[in-house]
């Protein structure tokens, strides 16, 4: 052990008269733990956040959407199968996109309709795995027919008061022109099934109608709204869209599961930047601290110095003194920091259902929230630039009370100690 990692050892016990000191070096490492706890449970959440929306909104819709200029895609067909046959296409899917009000002796809502195709949905959402009651054959029975069949969502279900086997009106805003004037269109549908996803604005405010009853009830005739594709990877989405617009050459155009949520996952990577900045000024704050512990115990210790300089100690070697105790105030802060915060994000879900039944409240009401649990995602290399951004500021912060020990000039200090 090198003199220098010795006394910086020493140093880091107070004797009984420098209890102050102790005090400071306490509090030191304690800030630093707290900031470095806090940013890695705030990023792991937010990662989680993240990941746990992309994984919902993406699960009910397509990675990339194909649709055709003008009205209505015609041919979808044909575009479905050309597209499945493309590299690292995993599903393609036609579907109609229409808003309508759904009726029932409980109430009144307005919802999206979607029809679906049933025999190939499967392949691009996540849907039939969904349906917590019935199932995604009941909306087979063509409109004509008796009671065609629609799935709704938990929330929607819940709000106008129906459950499956009842019956519901759709009524269209889109009427049909009379002599009296516009009258809405309605039809009657049974309720085959009920969702849920777990994101409460597609619980409460979305329902799904098979494809034939779609195009016949909101009269589209022979077209649907596009082809939803689903791909093996999702961060190469607009490379599929290009290879998609190519190999299809005509009318048609692309967008990614990216550009229809660009500005809700922009506002959540810009929040998790501005919580990075605002937690690191913990960490900063907490350097400040092993400054002021580092200029009291270099005042403290002018003897000290002089002695070990007229024994031959270089300016050097008493500036690594002091860094080597500095380093070590952050080491150890980053240490308990970096434990305390992974025991925190990896049983988090555990942590906030103890709170939940403690005191009865919901963490997250879905109401309010996109989702309704408490999501952590701990991510190695976050943690990794969490660290290392912590002992950094901690080892910047010694070098300024080292430089100032370095420079005693030890005649003055054997003069007056």
Do not use: C
């Amino acid at each position: 052990m090198g003199y220098e990692l010795f006394i910086g050892l020493r140093y880091l016990k107070a004797k009984r008269k420098q209890t102050f000191i102790s005090v400071i070096t306490f509090i030191s490492v304690l800030g630093i733990t707290v900031g470095v706890t806090a940013l890695i449970i705030v990023l792991s959440v937010m990662n989680g956040f993240e990941e746990n929306l992309k994984e919902k909104i993406l699960g009910i819709n397509a990675n990339v959407v194909v649709t055709e200029l003008g009205q209505g895609m015609r041919d979808y067909d044909a575009v479905a199968q050309k597209v499945r046959n493309m590299p690292g296409i995993t599903g393609a899917s036609p579907f109609t996109y229409n808003q309508a009000m759904i009726s029932s002796p409980g109430g009144v809502v307005g919802a999206v309709i979607r029809g679906l195709d049933v025999k190939t949905a499967g392949s691009v959402t996540v849907l039939p795995s969904k349906i917590r009651e019935g199932s995604l054959e009941g909306i087979k029975a063509p409109l004509k027919g008796a009671s065609p069949g629609i799935i709704i969502g938990s929330e929607l279900a819940r709000n106008i008061g129906v459950k499956p086997g009842d019956s519901v009106n759709v009524i269209s805003p889109m009427g049909t022109m009379t002599p009296a004037g516009p009258v809405p269109r309605m039809a009657a549908f049974k309720v085959a099934g009920i969702f849920e996803l777990g994101m409460y604005e597609y619980d409460s405010s979305m329902a799904f109608i098979s494809l034939e009853n779609s195009q016949s009830f909101f009269r589209l005739g022979d077209t649907v709204t596009g082809v939803e594709v689903k791909i093996d990877d999702i961060y190469r989405a607009e490379q599929a869209a290009d290879e998609i617009m190519n190999g299809l050459k005509g009318p048609y155009w692309t967008r990614t599961w990216m550009e229809m949520n660009r500005n809700l996952f922009s506002a959540l990577r810009l929040e998790k930047v501005a919580m990075f900045i605002i937690l690191t000024l913990i960490i900063l704050v907490a350097a400040l601290n092993i400054i002021s512990t580092l200029i009291m115990v270099v005042m403290e210790k002018g003897k000290d110095i002089a002695i070990l300089k007229s024994l031959g100690a270089t300016s050097g070697g008493i500036m690594k003194i002091f860094m080597v105790e500095g380093i070590i105030i952050g080491v150890t802060g980053t240490f308990f920091g970096t434990v305390l915060g992974l025991a925190a994000a990896l049983n988090l879900e555990k942590i906030v259902q103890f709170i939940e039944r403690a005191f009865h409240f919901k963490v997250l009401p879905p109401s309010v929230y996109y989702i309704d649990t408490f999501p952590s995602k701990v991510e190695p290399s976050v943690v990794l630039v969490i660290v290392l951004i912590s002992i950094g500021i901690s080892f910047l912060a010694t070098l300024y009370p080292s430089w100032q020990a370095s420079r005693f000039d030890p005649v003055e200090g054997l003069r007056y100690e």
